[in-house]
């Protein structure tokens, strides 16, 4: 392999991984280099041409992949403020509870001493002095 061979492979993987988003495909490389024993590097302009074609279409597809992933990312932003939120509303709801099921304790504890206040009362009133 020559070193502009080297280039090409190096310079084809950054594209494709870094640029594209894509793992290097084998499909691809034959459309854009011109392959051939001799020294001919350089690729056709029809190669080229359908490169920048794949390129405009792979482009597209990224961009409407990136739009679903942000999309996607949003939802789930969304659905985790929601989650956090009955969270909140759940421990304030347990606490009112607490304080009303407190409440209703100490208002049958108030009404089961004022019934046995009566009740003593009645005693007192009703025995033979």
């Not at 597209?60 to 909140?88: F, G, H, P």
């Not at 009303?100 to 304790?105: E, F, P, W």
């Amino acid at each position: 392999m020559t070193p502009n061979s080297i280039l090409h492979l190096s310079i084809f993987i950054t594209m494709c991984e870094a640029f594209l988003g894509i793992d290097p495909h084998w499909g691809l490389w034959r459309k854009i280099f011109y392959v051939k024993r001799h020294n001919a590097d350089f690729a056709t302009v029809d190669d080229v041409a359908d490169f920048a074609d794949q390129f405009t279409f792979l482009e597209s597809e990224n961009v409407q992949l990136r739009k679903t992933i942000k999309t996607s990312a949003d939802r789930v932003l969304e659905a985790n403020m929601l989650t956090a939120e009955a969270q909140n509303e759940n421990i304030l709801l347990k606490n009112e509870l607490k304080k009303l099921k407190k409440k209703m304790k100490d208002e049958q504890e108030a009404r089961r001493e004022a019934s046995i206040l009566v009740d003593e009362k009645k005693v007192l009133f009703e025995s033979p002095s």
